[in-house]
């Protein structure tokens, strides 16, 4: 159950940085709402965090979250914000899934 909370805490982290994403991309600052929705669902994800830290190392809990975050991340910056992603930074993300494979194997 922890690493199912934990999977919805980075889906609602990325859906807040998308937000904060786009409300960095609004002329002057008209995208200041947007900024606030985001930064509320980045404290929201707290209380989630708490539950799931109390079952789960946080060396482990630090890799899941990172490793998630990067790949929702480059996913939708592709998708939506049509950025590209270089060769290193592919490297880096699967090194990334290597090192969370690792974890739970071994961890």
Do not use: Q
């Not at 991309?25 to 109390?54: D, E």
Request: aromatic share 14%; hydrophobic share 55%.
């Amino acid at each position: 159950m922890p690493y199912v909370i934990g999977f919805v805490m980075i889906i609602i982290t990325v859906i807040g940085d998308s937000l904060i994403k786009t409300s960095s991309l609004a002329s002057s600052f008209s995208g200041w709402r947007l900024l606030l929705l985001g930064s509320l669902l980045y404290g929201i994800t707290g209380i989630g965090w708490f539950f799931v830290m109390r079952h789960m190392k946080l060396s482990t809990l630090g890799v899941f979250y990172g490793v998630g975050c990067i790949l929702f991340l480059s996913f939708i910056s592709v998708l939506f914000f049509k950025e590209k992603i270089s060769l290193i930074e592919t490297v880096g993300i699967i090194n990334g899934i290597i090192a969370l494979i690792l974890l739970f194997r071994f961890g």
